[in-house]
């Protein structure tokens, strides 16, 4: 161990802003990663590991072994820099940038930044390396031809895919696998011997034992054999492994959930509120299992007092545990159609943390005070005990609100007072949302409906009434209150954040706008309300669909991050998810963090810091990006499988995309969607405006712009690429089958 300097003695004096904390996380602790920043900021040059050690005088090899892991962690995470010189150094935002690696299915790809910045182009020559998911390091190379801010890779962070699902290849002497992952645009070369007993057109799943570099393609061998193509259920199977969804519960965690009891023991009720005389309902919807916020209205002088009760699951899920790891692993439950991948084991999402009816049940409580305008006045939180006192769904609400059914009246008389309240305290915040801006887009949800052997029977749309806004808005406010709480608190925190639209995107959605005569208030800054007045001002449009919908596309992604940047969708300055710690890690911290403050600890003391939130964030963005992809895939996977039986077939349908290469349409009543290629469009050549979302004839001036209703014809189906094309019809053509006019054919399976 080299001798100390003076600069070291000087450090080691140095207190630890967090030791706390790191006292409390670890039986033997070391520095903070903010003091290791902090050293090696002061210290100006790069350190090796001894040198950092010996900086804080660390000579225990458990501590030793401890710095090496939180160093390569440090690393992985892209907070520092691993030199050539096997030393570590800071990452200059300036000159490195580190995030998440997003791929496309034609082999290029993007950087999406950890600071939230605008996402960088990589080339396929930079791709080669690379797949999807991976973490690196990246420079600034330049700009490519389109304008975007091009990297090249400095270094790669972490590896991401271990495995792929996908259909094997056998042929001319190579095996493969072409990934069902769209997103990794390499082929897995199977090394020899490696395929097993795998058939050549079969699912597999294969292990990646060499991952790509600039010069050979992944390589990797056969590790299960999932079945055959167009098995029942198969397209959640290959989603599941496609995306690396964890979904068996690790021995550990069964291990612990085996010492909880369905009923919640009577000494874990001491010292908390007692709600149970408090009439607090569930409303969900009609095939909800889990049930984790109740809620409670009643009329003041002032307005209402509004709780909303929240299950506590953080009470039953301890910080690294088992369960702890594995639901941050997941970070939140996926739901396939009929098909649900929860968060945590089903004791405790459908059992002990579910406020089913009549049963005692732990929970975390926001009470807050709103006057006549919406506005709240107070709000506070309390580790409570309640009852749920009657298990609603959102078509029994609103029939009793909204149609005055009085059978069902009848039936839920002692709770009808409370639920008239309810009602009356939602116009009201219905109204304070609308007055502040916040956007409330006609959007279309669907639901597939099942027959046997999971067919599907039909594709229909999911309506909102005023019971489910009558929730959502109660959650809004709750969660709303929650942010506001951990602010004032100072706490470390996990924030749900929501930009407003870049530059670029504004610039085009002015340009769009104007040619349409159609102004965006704000600026150069607009706010949330600037877009609402717009949405009301095309309300009767025959285009009003294909504004909203540029409007919508102009705006960014909602993420996790601990910065409070406000959440402009809802035109809140702070918002955090608080209602939904059954299925979403995000909310689960928040609740710890609210019951380390009720429990009258300081921010210093809490187990998290901001660098563990910014590092929480972006795996919990990733991982909902994650879900949602999966989701889609396997809904584009269903509807593909619905549409093989009508190719030849005649449909009406808007144009919901355009692309350089053709534009899709979504056809009417039964929501799928396809492409009709740019080279089905007749004699003409075709430019794209991608300002004005339009296609349009060179020699005809024929357009074909976003929102337009067209006549076409299923001409394919693949399900391997989730994909179906259309062809263009002259409008009003006659609806019919293939194999004559009117005549309908007879539905059958087609084998792939």
Request: proline letters at 5%.
């Amino acid at each position: 161990m080299p001798a100390k300097s003076k600069k070291d003695v000087d450090f080691i004096s140095t207190p630890d802003p967090y030791a706390q904390r790191e006292a409390e996380k670890y039986e033997n602790p070391i520095a903070s990663r903010e003091l290791i920043l902090q050293l090696l900021g002061k210290t100006g040059s790069p350190m090796d590991r001894k040198e950092i050690a010996a900086s804080f005088a660390i000579t225990d090899a458990e501590q030793l072994e401890a710095l090496r892991r939180r160093l390569r962690a440090m690393e992985r995470d892209g907070q520092l820099l691993f030199n050539r010189g096997q030393r570590y150094c800071l990452v200059n935002n300036k000159d490195l940038i580190a995030g998440r690696i997003l791929g496309h299915a034609d082999g290029f790809g993007f950087l999406r930044p950890d600071d939230g910045s605008d996402d960088l182009f990589l080339s396929p020559r930079e791709m080669n390396s690379l797949l999807h998911n991976d973490r690196a390091l990246v420079r600034i190379a330049g700009l490519d031809k389109k304008g975007r801010r091009e990297a090249a890779v400095v270094e790669i962070l972490e590896r991401n895919t271990h495995q792929v699902v996908g259909r094997l290849h056998k042929e001319d002497g190579f095996t493969y696998v072409i990934p069902d992952n769209k997103n990794i645009a390499q082929t897995v070369l199977i090394q020899n011997g490696g395929s097993g007993k795998a058939k050549h057109g079969q699912i597999v799943i294969a292990e990646i034992v060499e991952q790509p570099t600039k010069l050979h393609q992944p390589i990797g061998r056969v590790i299960e054999i999932l079945g055959d193509h167009l098995a029942p259920g198969m397209e959640i199977e290959m989603a599941i492994r496609s995306y690396e969804l964890p979904h068996h519960w690790p021995d550990p965690v069964l291990d612990e959930i085996k010492l909880l009891n369905p009923e919640v023991p009577e000494t874990a009720k001491q010292g908390r509120v007692d709600l149970r005389d408090i009439p607090l309902v569930t409303i969900d919807g009609e095939d909800a299992r889990d049930f984790d916020d109740a809620v409670y209205a009643k009329k003041t002088p002032k307005g209402w007092k509004l709780l909303v009760a929240i299950a506590d699951v953080s009470h039953y899920v301890n910080i690294n545990t088992a369960l702890d790891n594995e639901a941050k692993n997941r970070s939140t439950s996926v739901y396939f159609p009929e098909k649900v991948i929860p968060m945590l084991p089903e004791i405790l999402s459908n059992g002990l943390c579910s406020l089913n009816p009549k049963v005692d049940r732990l929970c975390l409580v926001c009470e807050l005070l709103i006057d006549h305008d919406g506005k709240v006045l107070r709000a506070k939180f309390m580790a409570a005990v309640m009852n749920s006192h009657a298990r609603l769904t959102y078509t029994e609400v609103a029939a009793i609100l909204v149609d005055g059914d009085a059978e069902l009246q009848e039936k839920y008389r002692p709770l009808l007072p409370h639920l008239q309240d309810l009602y009356g305290l939602y116009q009201v915040l219905r109204a304070a949302r609308e007055q502040r801006g916040a956007m409330d887009f006609d959007t279309q949800e669907t639901r597939i409906v099942f027959g046997a052997n999971r067919k599907i029977n039909k594709i229909v749309p999911v309506v909102r009434n005023d019971a489910h806004k009558l929730i959502e808005e109660c959650m809004i406010t709750a969660n709303s209150a929650a942010a506001r709480f951990l602010s004032a608190k100072k706490m470390p925190k996990l924030l749900r954040i929501h930009d407003g639209p870049s530059v670029d995107k504004l610039l085009n959605l002015r340009t769009f706008l104007g040619e349409l005569g159609l102004v965006l208030g704000g600026g150069g800054n607009p706010k949330p309300l600037d877009y609402m007045h717009l949405v009301n001002g095309i309300k009767g449009r025959p285009d009003a669909h294909l504004i909203q919908t540029v409007l919508l596309r102009s705006l960014s992604q909602a993420v996790y991050s601990p910065e409070q940047k406000g959440h402009f969708g809802l035109a809140l300055d702070a918002y955090a998810h608080f209602t939904s710690p059954i299925r979403r890690y995000p909310d689960l911290l928040v609740h710890r963090a609210i019951r380390h403050c009720l429990n009258g600890k300081k921010a210093d003391s809490f187990h998290y810091g901001f660098p563990d939130m910014v590092i929480l964030g972006e795996h919990c963005s990733t991982n909902e990006r994650r879900a949602d992809d999966a989701t889609r895939d396997v809904v584009n996977w269903l509807k593909c499988e619905y549409m093989m039986d009508k190719i030849g077939d005649v449909f009406d349908g808007i144009i919901s995309a355009v692309t350089s290469f053709g534009f899709f349409v979504e056809l009417a009543e039964i929501y799928v969607e396809g492409l009709v290629h740019i080279s089905n469009l007749g004699q003409d050549y075709f430019h794209f405006d991608p300002t004005s979302h339009r296609l349009l004839g060179e020699r005809t001036n024929t357009i074909y712009r976003l929102g337009d209703c067209v006549t076409v014809r299923v001409v394919r189906v693949d399900l391997d690429e989730k994909k179906i094309d259309f062809e263009l019809l002259p409008k009003g053509s006659p609806k019919k089958t293939a194999n004559g006019e009117g005549k309908p054919r007879k539905r059958q399976r087609k084998k792939a």
